[in-house]
């Protein structure tokens, strides 16, 4: 059990996470606000407590894999890995620009610590399940964990490789789903209804948990049972705020892919402070 003085460390780092996804979006003009806010909480558990790795070392062979299937959510990737220092956070102020490591979907030989490129939608899943497949073939003990949205459970792809990791009973691999209930065009219960998610990948032989995922330490809890189950993989379903932090943009789907502007940003940075404290990290 962590202890609060542990959750309101991690708590801290989401926060600068938040504020640095705003202000790389702000200096970029293009980029997705809603989904990366959400998934702060979530890359600060693993970043910051959960994963095995080491940002002086990012390919350490003992290291656990983290595959990022949504890769439109990059901007927090990329505050999160320069939070944990894989590159210097001012680099993130780079972000899609011309000839920058940022790119707007994760480029694997670009930065340290990406183990997958990814954009397409549907394709993080099949990859982690790979992953975790060679583990075992191997004989190793590292852990693949796939973080995906849930719009892109819309994709064929991935029902392949929840069918495929179900048969070969991958307790190695953990799908994380962001259901933060929006997509771009809309809800997802509108745009093409996902439900009942647990129930579907239950069929595929999936152990389900639910969770908050704004809240990390129930989440950190959730993938410690993950990690208990031997004959099944895990999908853990992450009900998390879109635009979480931000109360002006929460649950609105229009933030899914667009950026704020200058004084957008300020107001942002102003209500994150306001909802969570002051935060440690502040750059121009």
């Known amino acids: 059990m962590l202890t609060n003085n542990e959750i309101k460390k991690l708590e801290s780092h989401a926060e600068a996470i938040r504020e640095t ?26 970043y ?22 949504n890769g439109h959510i990059a901007p927090v990737l990329y505050s999160t890995l320069a939070h944990a220092g894989y590159f210097p956070i001012e680099e993130c102020l780079t972000l899609r620009t011309f000839g920058s490591r940022l790119q707007g979907h994760p480029e694997r030989l670009r930065l340290p610590g990406l183990e997958t ?26 852990h693949v964990y796939c973080l995906m949205s849930d719009g892109e459970q819309e994709e064929g792809n991935t029902w392949e490789a929840a069918m495929f990791a179900g048969k070969h009973a991958l307790s190695n691999l953990t799908a994380v789903m ?19 998610l647990a129930d579907k990948y239950r069929a595929f032989n999936w152990h389900v948990l639910e969770v908050n995922g704004n809240d990390i330490g129930a989440f ?16 853990i379903l992450a009900h998390t705020i879109p635009g979480k932090g931000v109360p002006e943009i929460e649950f609105d789907y229009h933030w899914h892919g667009k950026p704020p502007t200058k004084e957008e940003g ?3 940075l102003k209500q994150l402070r306001t909802m969570g404290g ?3 990290h502040d750059y121009a």
């Open 178 to 196: 962001d259901r933060n209930n929006i997509q771009i065009d809309g809800m997802t219960e509108d745009v093409m209804p996902l439900e009942p």
């Open 48 to 69: 910051f407590h959960i994963l095995k790795h080491d940002s002086k070392n990012p390919e350490w062979e003992e290291r656990d894999r983290l595959v990022l299937s």
């Open 117 to 142: 490129t990814s954009g397409p939608l549907g394709e993080g899943l099949s990859q982690a399940t790979g992953m975790a497949y060679a583990l075992r073939m191997d004989g190793k003990k590292q």
């Open 278 to 280: 002051s935060v440690p």
């Open 21 to 46: 996804i705003i202000r790389m979006l702000v200096a970029a003009g293009s980029g997705h606000t809603a989904g990366p806010l959400d998934m702060a909480d979530i890359f600060t558990a693993f």
């Open 266 to 268: 300020e107001r942002f």
């Open 220 to 235: 950190i809890t959730a993938v410690e049972e993950a990690k208990s189950i031997f004959e099944k993989p895990t999908l």
